[in-house]
């Protein structure tokens, strides 16, 4: 546009500041829900661990379908997930049922080489392709789950007992939309001795 003279030299482009969404569950919801991810019958492999994965780490569909088995690190008894720069230690439920993933068989789906180890952990219905979010998000909805609201509240939570740094090197957001979940949660960080070393954000399930 300058080039073309349609716009003056001294151009000027505002930015929007990142403002966290303020929209969240009731107090107590998130708590619940998770107990019932993991414990209520009838819930597939895949539905406990979108859900466990957003209501622990603020995962919103489209970054869940596109882990990959490579995103998982087993060293013993243990297990730890990759989301940001840092590997986050699992509880041990939560590891148990990602190490179902991806479900053997799954009507209308391709499950995909067992053997690959790029597998996604949530195989959509074409080779090669992940599941579709919109797809998870119905799923989740269908279980009582509302992805963004429950996103909100996990990052609100998360925001209000971590440091800022801590939440960047292990969920992979920035430093100013983790200053902007921090300002909304109305709290200080409370566990200032957490390391981004494969450490657990507050909140974790046993």
Do not use: K
Not at 4 to 26: F, G, K, M, N, V
Not at 93 to 101: C, H, M, P
Not at 105 to 133: I, K, N, T, V
């Amino acid at each position: 546009a300058r080039r073309q003279r349609l716009a003056p030299t001294a151009l000027t482009i505002p930015t929007d500041t990142y403002r966290a969404p303020r929209r969240r569950e009731p107090e107590g919801a998130r708590e619940d829900q998770l107990r019932r991810a993991l414990t209520e019958s009838g819930w597939s492999p895949r539905e406990r661990a979108a859900a466990s994965l957003v209501l622990l780490y603020g995962m919103n569909p489209s970054r869940i379908v596109a882990l990959r088995r490579t995103d998982l690190h087993v060293d013993g008894d243990s297990m730890a997930l990759t989301i940001g720069r840092t590997p986050i230690d699992l509880p041990p439920r939560v590891a148990g049922i990602l190490a179902r993933l991806p479900e053997d068989r799954r009507d209308g789906a391709h499950s995909g080489d067992q053997a690959d180890p790029e597998l996604w952990l949530f195989p959509g219905d074409r080779r090669g392709q992940h599941m579709d979010p919109t797809t998870l998000g119905r799923l989740l909805h269908m279980r009582g789950i509302q992805p963004r609201t429950a996103r909100n509240t996990t990052l609100s939570d998360l925001a209000a007992d971590v440091p800022a740094p801590v939440l960047i090197h292990l969920l992979g957001i920035n430093a100013a939309t983790a200053e902007a979940w921090r300002s909304t949660s109305g709290h200080g960080p409370q566990y200032a001795a957490l390391r981004p070393e494969r450490r657990q954000p507050a909140g974790g399930a046993s």
